[in-house]
């Protein structure tokens, strides 16, 4: 049974602490957090607390604070020689406080506070200062059934800037697009069929294999009609951006920089 404290109540350290207690290998000893009103619907579940100098021992202490509050509260820890994670993906496992033993448990999904997780989609990224520590983070991340995989911090840094391009930047364009439809009453929900087949693409075959469109076509005429309809400036902005990379990776660039 491996034994771990929660240091913080967002959206990671609440689904954490979920998949935890579901876990009949993993034990919660005590959940931290500064406010403890985020946390008292658990008070009966676990021992709640909002006071670093009570916390007790245990195998794992996970922070899940924001990032610019891990090295705080890592230097805060009333405690030496014991193994202190954080789960930040831009985070430098040296921003913990080098008196105790460090690493990343680093969960690599969109993670948001009242939405259903399945851990067993949810790969778990390690990286430790000691090779030892690396065993009980696999062993953790595998009682809640979540993949494993051994990373370091320049991997962790650019896998998470890609993971702003496909999930915070790609979510911005369904925006975007509900936008667009929306101005002519048209119904965006006839589009889910393509975002999935699109997302599913992408399991089989590479991006650059995926791609389809005009800009790929070099369409240039259906590229003008597309920008005649766009009413919002920044829209015409981002249209124009996306499709000259798009020309660029594929070979069909064609000038749209002083177009409308």
Known sequence: ?????????????????????????????????RNLDAISTYSNEVDIMDDLTSLVEADIYIITVSDEAVAKISSELPFENRLVVHTAGSVNIHDLDKKNKRGVFYPLQSISKNAVLDFAKVPIGIETIDKKDYHILKELALAIGSPVKKINGDQRKVLHLAAVFVNNFTNQMYRIAHEITESQAAEFDLL??????????????SPYMAQTGPAKRGNLKTIKKHLALLEKEQHKDIYKLITKSIQDTHGTSTPLSNRK
């Not at 579901?22 to 931290?32: G, L, Y």
């Not at 889910?192 to 075959?205: F, R, S, W």
């Open 1 to 33: 049974m491996i034994s771990v404290t929660i240091l913080g109540a967002g959206n990671v350290g609440t689904h954490l602490f979920k998949a935890f207690k579901k876990s009949n290998q993993v034990s919660v000893k005590q959940w931290f957090n």
């Open 192 to 205: 889910k069929p393509l975002i999935l087949e699109t997302a599913n693409k992408v399991q089989d075959m």
